[in-house]
């Protein structure tokens, strides 16, 4: 299912307008937002806090979009 | 447990070499880095694939760690 999950993202991320904003390559974009997933579902479990998902994803988008670290 | 390590590696990150160098603050590197890694064991668990964590990992500090994307 994961690896399902990561070629469906990979292939979302392959566009012009995607690569051009991503920090790094659409395959290693997928892999680190599958990885990542599954660590957002572990903190869920520890802390039940949404803001705190909510501002960990944000960091992680903030490093991986080239543009929205820029602002 | 998570709330420990999260502030020993924000306190460890808190340095001007290092602030210098982390594409985020030292307080979303360290809770990135915390979430990150909680993913890293689900995935150990499901591939069981030393060279596919790692290669993920390095995809992370890539994008985490100025000086590394830019080589």
Redesign the interface.
């Given at each position: 299912m994961?690896d399902r999950l990561e070629r469906i993202l990979a292939s979302s991320l392959q566009s012009k307008e995607s690569q051009s904003t991503l920090?790094?390559s659409p395959e290693?974009a997928a892999?680190?937002l599958?990885?990542?997933?599954?660590?957002?579902?572990?903190?869920e479990r520890?802390y039940q806090d949404t803001d705190r998902l909510k501002?960990?994803a944000a960091?992680?988008l903030?490093?991986?979009i080239a543009s929205r670290?820029d602002l």
């Open positions: 994961l920090t790094c290693s892999r680190l599958v990885t990542f997933t599954r660590g957002l579902v572990v903190i520890v501002a960990t960091s992680l903030d490093i991986l670290s």
